[in-house]
Every structure is written in structure tokens, then in C-alpha cells.
């Protein structure tokens, strides 16, 4: 292809050799292999890069470390794999006012590990965070079970700076938590899974590492009686950290609870905790129960679907019954595990057809309810299947922005709600 | 305005809906910010999201900018109206629509009060977070438009984050839906931009808020230092010790002489008073409340005393809620100023902002959100002395250039609307602005609501050649075209 040759002289010039080479089979894109990867070594030659493949026309896939590299569609067209791995300092951590900027190849895990250095966090808790980068768990929106404290990162990040395909690194917010100048882009960036400009920064408010935690368990017969439970503890007076329920095919289900507080404060609470929830029995966890979420992909087999669903916690017990009577009829076995937020993973194993009959029932279930389901890993016989669901009667708008910020669709085309 | 156009209008709205008298118009002529002030062609106060597309579906298709504004209670002239256009006010759209406490949401109109949410959601033990000073008169479409935060956002977060889904009206009249009743809905997180867009990117005409429950116990302290800088040590220390109040608030010794002499709230008369508010479940509360007495009599608190009742703290937090309106009793004119800067900057900006006023000849009183670096220095002086004015002026906008210069921000909940707008590019650079501009040209490209706020030179939006026709921002010479 002479355009690509062009493009790739070009690049090679900009990136140098060291950062430049060739796609091999596990650079593939859910099954689509572009043709390089770049490694820049800093933002500016990232921004660089961008532009290059802009004017060439060259489809580009903003890459961390690859880690949900298959969540949303099948790229439209792949050719250049643009990595972060190389922007990964933690450019500034002013402890004394809970903040960090960090570059967006960094780890999670090696982040919390410099703020646990002052007692601090990033309260939040993502998948694989010893390899995920912040980058991207900001663009696909990932989030966990402390998000229901502490919210979700569009709610802790307070400044990014971003790469556009022509080339223009712009930054909004700032370095402070309180800060109402401008438009807030970093919520816009957060979750829009690379298709507006690559995130090169992020600045974070940050929260201090607890005191004492502690997890109890408990479970319930059925749906009815769990969703009871869920809803009288939101409604209560604790001021628990995490709540998640647990859920299968075949086991009761079980719901975890974390506090975080002082001694006296946890004491108090536990008490409260044993009155609220009566005859259940309530026993302390281990705190690796809050892997559950994660241990849903260990390891996902080619007859594996995941995904995310969002739903109203007062359709926790409808949601549950409608996945038992349907993975029944379909002999798809499920688990689920769904933050009291409303937000869960979803694990369904089964032969593709079924699969397939089973997603689309229970998108158009939750979708009924005001609720979402987004796939984002499955097996390789069902990519045609939309990743998203319905995208609403905003999706003229979002593709208005998309075409501001991304005119010729160079950034992951295809992938996105609506085939953006 | 052309008598159809204007019939039009009036048709949409019913005679009842439409101000056109200048006797009337005046009330909109400005809103909390009254030293700018532009009376509109009319004002139209439409009942239902239908009349509010209808019209500003006219608006698109005669090319006429419109302001939408809640209760006119901002700060930097974002509900000003602009020039040869149009106000929208959303008053009448005040009915609470849903409340679902199951799901811990409630749907509203945007002329609804924020204290009003709470009202009805209080007897349930719930409440709306988000706590602007001005709460019992201000809208939630306002405070949606400003992003608005209050005391109690550095432990429950701003507008934004209690905001979870909204119904708009494109500035071409047509209607959609952003985030919803659950979260994560596919798509861009356009609910997020939309929150403190300062109206420029439509008109929301439904709000779909989050609400809490009321924690087990509220404990509010006032710790009285010998200056400023003492009670900002206080405060790097609670924050230090892996604390996160529900509020921190510090007053100066003018700011507290003015709330003594407006509402008498009993304050200590010392020259830092710093609030601590906790709130949580009751040992815990009481633990950490113990901690935060030490550290205060550790940085030189002279007095600690505890709110012994609902009553008393009610006082406590009237007193510095009055704050603003406190510097009537104290100066003839003020300007309230809303700079952020890194926490850890207080003490530097703090006797920088002293030099200046002092060198000025201008009083400033200090009232903040210590917590979170939220400074609103209240400038003071005298409108009939010559001069005064003006100096006011340059000196608050010098200090919001102590802000930047310290790593902050020019606004942390007053937004930028008219009054901030020049100093946005001392805070961006021009490809941020210009990425800011691109988004806004996605929502509006004709840039017809509230049109020359929030950015310093308005953009317009690349149109295709040939279908050029002068812009009335460029006739005006307000906007070049790029």
C-alpha cells in the first residue's frame, strides 16, 4: 500500500526505530491486525504521531497495556497501534493537597503504590490493576465496588490533557479539586473508549488509606429476600464503603459489605449491621472477597461471554429471576457480580447461539427498565453482535462531537455506540 | 424585534408568558452580578419542555441568541442577557415530578428551589447534597448551568456528581436525553459536559438528581485562632490525619465582624474562626471529633467549642451563609471573588492577598471553603469615591492571578459567565479553549445560547464555503470567523 509506505517513512523519521515495530498476531484488535505499533516517548511525539496518521488517513488504536484491548466492536479498520507504555512517570503527587498527575501508561497498581507511600489512594479499584493503566481504565469506564463511596473516576478525575488527530495536546480542568472553569472534558473523555483523542495525562483528587477495614458476608434464600436486604442497608444510617451482591445459577446468593472506620467506628457499625439484617447470618470475609468481580474472567474460554449491566437496585430481584429462568431455558449457566450502585459484571457460558439468544433477551429486559447491558468480551463466532445496545436519541450529538474532535475517524472507527 | 416574530412568541407562551414592558424587563436586566447589566428584547416563561423547543426552535430559525435563567441568583453573569436577544426563564417549570427514594433519585424541573428537593425528601430522612449559600432561593436548572458546589461539597462532591440524568433543549430546538436513571448509559458522558456549561449549550428542562441519607449524627466545631495562617495549619492537619469533614470553612476577623453584626451567629471574635462540620455514624463522628479538637488547640486555637444543638448550628452555619450579604453591614459595595489554590498555598496567598490590599487602600475580607482551597476574598469599598471602583476591580482580578500563579483556578463554584471570561486565557492556553469551542460548536454551532459568556473570544463554527452569512456576534464585531 504506497499511502501506508509513505506514512510509515514518515514515522519512522518522527518515533525512531527502538519505538517502531511491526504488529505481530498479539497486537490483533478482536480480530483485526494492524500493521505497526508505535511506542512514543512522550506526549508531544505522541501528539506527533497522531497528526501523521491523520493526514495519511491511517486508523490508529490508542493501546496501555492491552488489557481490555476487545472491549466495544470490532475495529471498522486498524493500521496503527499507538501506545502509552512509555508515558507512564508519575509526574507530581502533592500529598499535602490530595492530589496526583500521572501520565497515562502508568499502572494502577504501581500509582497506589507511590500515594500508599504517604498514606493515600486513588480510591478506586479496577481490573488487573497490576498491569491496567490509567489511560486506559479511564477510557473504557471501568469501575468497581468502591465506587458506590467514592464514585466512579469521572468523579475523581479533576484534569487531562489529550491528544486530537490533528495533533493538539489540550488540557482542561486543572490541578485543584474545586474548579468550575471551562468544560468539564475530562468527564467527556472518561468511558469514550479512545474515539475522541488519546487521554496522554489525568490529574486525580486522591482519599486517605482507611484506618481499619473490615468485610462481612451475608446471604439470602432468594432474590426477593437478598434485594430486601440491599435495599434496607442503602436506606439505613451505616456508612458502608462497598456492597455487592454475588450471584449463580445454581448457589444462593451472597452479598459482601465493607467498612471502613475507625476501631470505635466499626464496632458500632458491625452492631448495627448484625440488628439490620435480623435472622441472616453475618460472618466476616477475608478481604479477597472483593476479587470476585475480577475472578469472573479467570480465565475467559472461547464459549465466554462478559459484560457489563446497569440496572435500578429495585430491579435487583426481577433481574436475577429473569437470568435463572432464561439461562434455564437456554442451558447458558450465569453468575453475576453487581455493585449496589447498580452497576455489574455478568458471566454467561454457553454454546454461541444460545449466547446470543440470551444477550438479546436480557439487553431488551434491561433496557426496558431504563438499565443497559454492554458486551465486552465474547466469543470470537459472535463479533458481529453490537457491543452497546441502544445509544439513545443523543447519538446525532454524539457523533456531532466526534466529528469535531475526530473528523475523518481515525481514532478506533467503528468501535463505539453506533458504529463511531 | 419584528411584531411577528414577537406574535409568534407570544402565541407559544400565552400572554401571561411573555415581559416585554421595560418596566418589567428591568428585573432581568442582570442577575447576581449587578454591575453588568443588558436589558433583553423580551422575556418568555414558558410552562412545559414543548413551549421551551417551540421556542427555541423560532430562535434557531430567526437567528435569535437567547439566555435561559433560573432564579438570576449567580454570581458572574451568566443569566445576563445578551444583547439583541432573548431570555428564557424556566421560574414556572418549578414541579418535583418523581421522587423514587427506593432508588435514592428524584426528577424535577429546573425551576424547582434546591432547598425544595430536600423539603420533600426530608421527612424520609434524605437530603440533596449540593449546598450553594444561596440555596433557599436558587434553581436546580441553575445550579445544573453552574455546576454549583456549596460548604458540604468536599465530602459529597458538586452538582455534578448528584446529577444523573437530564432532558435538554438543543440550541435548534430539538430534544434529547442524557445519562438517565441508571448509570454508565452507553455513549459519551455528555451529562458530564453539559453540568457547568453555563447555559451555552442548551436549556435542560428535566433533572434527574441522586439524593442521600441523612447521616446518623452531624457535630459542627469552632475553633477561634489568633489569625488565618494558624487555622489553615489546623487544616492541613485534620486533612493529614485522614479525615474527610463534611465541610471546613474559615472566616477572617472582618468577615466575622460583618456575620456578628448581620445575623449575630455568636461567633468568637478572633482573627481565623475555622468550622469544622463531621458527620457519619455516631462513634465515629465522636472519635474523630476529639482528634480535630487536639489538633486545633495544637495549632494555637484559643477557643473550642462544640454547636451543643440543632439549634446552635443551625446559627453557626447561618452566620456563615449570610457571609456575603454580611458585607452590606460593613461597606457600601463589594465584590465577591471565587479563586482556588492548592490548600497547601493558604498561607503565601493569604499575607500576598493582605500586602496588595493594603498597598490599594481597599479592605478584603476572607470567607472560604478551607477544606478545599475555595477562596471568595470579598473586595470592599465605596462606589462614590472616585476611583474606588476601578481599583476594586483590578484588585480582584489581581488576585485571581494569585490563584493561577499558585496552581488554582479562577472559579470553584461561581463560574465563569461574563464577569471571568478575559481571564480564562490567562488560565488555558488557546488549543484548550479552542477544544473546549470545537464541543460547543457540536451542541450549537449557530453559538445561539447564551452566546459571548464563559469564553473569551466566541468562536464561530466552521461552516462549509458558499454557505457563508454574517453571524449577527460578527456584525456586532464581538466574534471573528476562523
Known amino acids: 500500500m504506497l499511502k501506508t509506505s509513505a506514512f510509515e517513512e514518515n514515522l519512522r523519521a518522527r518515533v525512531g526505530e527502538a519505538n517502531l515495530h511491526l504488529a505481530s498476531a498479539g497486537d490483533a484488535v478482536s480480530g483485526v491486525l494492524p500493521e505497526f505499533v508505535a511506542e512514543p516517548n512522550d506526549e508531544r511525539q505522541l501528539a506527533g504521531i497522531l497528526s501523521l496518521a491523520n493526514e495519511a488517513g491511517i486508523a490508529v488504536v490508542p493501546r496501555g497495556s492491552g488489557t481490555k484491548l ?68 479511564l477510557s473504557t469506564n471501568d469501575s468497581g465496588a468502591l465506587r458506590l463511596r467514592f464514585g466512579a473516576l469521572r468523579d475523581l478525575i479533576i484534569g487531562v490533557t489529550i491528544a486530537l488527530p490533528d495533533g493538539t495536546l489540550a488540557s482542561s480542568g486543572g490541578k485543584v479539586v474545586k474548579n468550575v472553569a471551562g468544560y468539564d472534558l475530562p468527564k467527556l473523555v472518561t468511558g469514550a473508549l479512545g474515539t475522541l483523542g488519546i487521554i496522554t495525562r489525568a490529574v486525580f483528587r486522591l482519599h486517605p488509606l482507611p484506618r481499619t477495614a473490615k468485610t462481612f458476608s451475608f446471604s439470602a434464600e432468594n432474590s426477593a429476600d437478598m434485594q430486601q436486604l440491599i435495599l434496607a442497608i442503602q436506606d439505613s444510617q451505616l456508612a458502608h464503603t462497598s456492597l455487592q451482591i454475588r450471584g449463580a445459577a445454581s448457589e444462593l446468593l451472597a452479598a459482601d459489605i465493607l467498612f471502613e472506620a475507625t476501631d470505635a467506628g466499626l464496632a458500632a457499625q458491625e452492631s448495627q449491621l448484625r440488628d439490620l439484617l435480623g435472622s441472616a447470618r453475618v460472618e466476616q470475609s477475608p478481604g479477597s472477597i472483593w476479587d470476585a468481580r475480577q475472578n469472573l474472567w479467570n480465565p475467559p474460554a472461547n464459549s465466554t461471554l462478559l459484560g457489563k449491566i446497569s440496572l435500578l437496585p429495585t430491579h435487583i430481584a426481577k433481574t436475577f429471576d429473569f437470568l435463572k429462568s432464561l439461562g434455564n431455558s437456554r442451558k447458558v449457566s450465569w453468575q453475576i457480580v453487581l455493585q449496589a450502585t447498580g452497576i455489574g459484571m455478568l458471566w454467561l457460558e454457553g454454546d454461541p447461539d444460545q449466547l446470543s439468544a440470551v444477550v438479546k433477551q436480557s439487553r431488551t429486559e434491561l433496557e426496558s427498565r431504563s438499565g443497559a447491558l454492554v458486551i465486552l468480551h465474547r466469543p470470537s463466532e459472535l463479533r458481529a453482535i453490537d457491543a452497546w445496545g441502544n445509544a439513545g436519541d443523543s447519538i446525532s450529538l454524539m457523533r456531532a462531537v466526534k466529528h469535531q474532535l475526530d473528523p475523518k475517524s481515525i481514532l478506533n472507527p467503528g468501535r463505539f455506540v453506533g458504529g463511531i | 424585534m419584528d411584531a411577528r416574530i414577537f406574535q409568534e412568541l407570544r402565541s407559544i407562551v400565552g400572554a401571561h408568558g411573555l415581559v416585554s414592558s421595560p418596566e418589567e424587563l428591568h428585573t432581568y436586566e442582570c442577575d447576581g452580578l449587578t454591575n453588568f447589566r443588558v436589558m433583553p428584547l423580551a422575556v418568555l416563561l414558558p410552562s412545559d419542555t414543548q413551549q421551551v423547543q417551540a421556542i427555541v426552535g423560532v430562535c434557531h430559525r430567526e437567528r435569535i441568541p437567547f439566555v435561559a435563567r433560573g432564579s438570576g441568583t449567580g454570581l458572574s453573569g451568566g443569566a445576563l442577557p445578551v444583547e439583541n436577544g432573548i431570555v428564557i426563564s424556566l421560574a414556572r417549570m418549578n414541579r418535583i415530578l418523581e421522587m423514587d427514594l427506593a432508588n435514592a433519585r428524584v426528577v424535577v424541573e429546573p425551576g424547582v428551589i434546591n432547598l425544595d428537593v430536600t423539603g420533600r425528601v426530608q421527612p424520609y430522612q434524605y437530603f440533596y447534597a449540593p449546598d450553594p449559600s444561596s440555596q433557599s432561593v436558587c434553581s436546580i436548572g441553575g445550579n445544573v448551568a453552574e455546576n454549583s458546589g456549596g460548604a458540604h461539597c ?55 438528581l441522586r439524593i442521600v441519607k441523612r447521616p446518623e449524627c452531624i457535630r459542627t466545631l469552632l475553633a477561634a485562632f489568633p489569625g488565618t495562617n494558624e487555622a489553615g495549619a489546623a487544616v492541613s492537619d485534620i486533612i493529614a490525619a485522614g479525615m474527610l469533614p463534611a465541610a471546613i470553612e474559615m472566616m477572617d476577623n472582618l468577615a466575622i465582624q460583618a456575620a456578628e453584626a448581620a445575623v449575630h451567629p455568636n461567633y468568637p471574635d ?65 465584590i465577591v471573588q471565587d479563586g482556588v489554590i492548592p490548600r497547601t498555598a493558604l498561607p503565601r496567598v493569604m499575607s500576598e492577598i493582605a500586602r496588595l490590599s493594603e498597598e490599594a487602600g481597599i479592605r478584603v475580607a476572607n470567607v472560604f471553603h478551607a477544606g478545599d482551597g475555595n477562596l471568595h476574598p470579598l473586595v470592599l469599598y465605596d462606589r462614590r469615591i472616585a476611583g474606588q471602583e476601578q481599583a476594586a476591580e483590578s484588585l480582584s482580578y489581581r488576585i485571581l492571578e494569585l490563584c493561577l500563579e499558585a496552581g488554582g483556578s479562577i472559579t470553584g463554584e461561581h463560574g465563569v459567565g461574563e464577569e471571568k471570561k478575559r481571564m480564562m486565557s490567562k488560565m488555558f492556553a488557546e488549543p484548550d479553549l479552542d477544544t473546549m469551542q470545537r464541543v460547543r460548536c457540536a451542541f450549537d454551532p449557530l453559538q445561539l445560547s447564551n452566546p459571548t459568556k464563559v469564553f473569551p473570544t466566541p468562536r464561530l463554527c466552521g461552516e462549509k464555503p458558499g454557505e457563508y452569512v454574517a453571524h449577527p456576534l460578527e456584525t456586532a464585531g464581538v466574534a471573528e470567523r476562523y
Not at chain 1, 100 to 117: K, P, R, Y
Not at chain 2, 159 to 175: F, R
Not at chain 2, 177 to 195: A, E, I, N, R, S
Not at chain 2, 303 to 321: F, I, Q
Open chain 1, 70 to 137: 476487545d472491549w466495544g466492536n470490532p475495529p471498522r479498520r486498524a493500521q496503527l497501534i499507538l501506545s502509552t507504555a512509555r508515558l507512564n512517570r508519575i509526574v507530581e503527587h502533592v500529598w499535602a493537597d490530595l492530589t496526583v498527575t500521572v501520565e497515562a501508561g502508568c499502572t494502577l497498581q504501581s500509582l497506589q503504590q507511590t500515594l500508599g507511600q504517604h498514606g493515600q489512594r486513588l480510591a478506586f479499584d479496577g481490573l488487573w490493576p497490576e498491569r491496567a493503566t490509567i489511560g486506559g481504565i
Open chain 2, 154 to 208: 468536599l465530602k459529597y462532591g458538586f452538582t455534578t456528581t448528584h446529577v444523573l440524568g437530564l432532558e435538554v433543549v438543543l440550541p435548534d430546538g430539538s430534544l434529547v436525553h442524557l445519562g438517565g436513571k441508571c448509570l454508565d448509559m452507553p455513549g459519551y458522558d455528555l451529562m458530564g459536559v453539559f453540568v457547568g456549561s453555563e447555559g451555552t449549550l442548551g436549556i435542560a428542562t428535566k433533572v434527574t
Open chain 2, 270 to 334: 478572633c482573627g481565623g474562626l475555622l468550622l469544622v462540620e463531621l458527620d457519619g455514624p455516631v462513634a465515629e463522628v465522636e472519635a474523630l471529633m476529639r482528634d480535630v479538637d487536639e489538633i486545633c488547640r495544637k495549632n494555637g486555637a484559643w477557643e473550642v467549642r462544640l454547636a451543643k444543638s440543632d439549634t446552635e448550628r443551625m446559627l453557626v452555619w447561618k452566620g456563615r451563609k449570610a457571609a456575603f450579604a454580611a458585607m452590606g453591614r460593613i461597606s457600601p459595595n463589594y
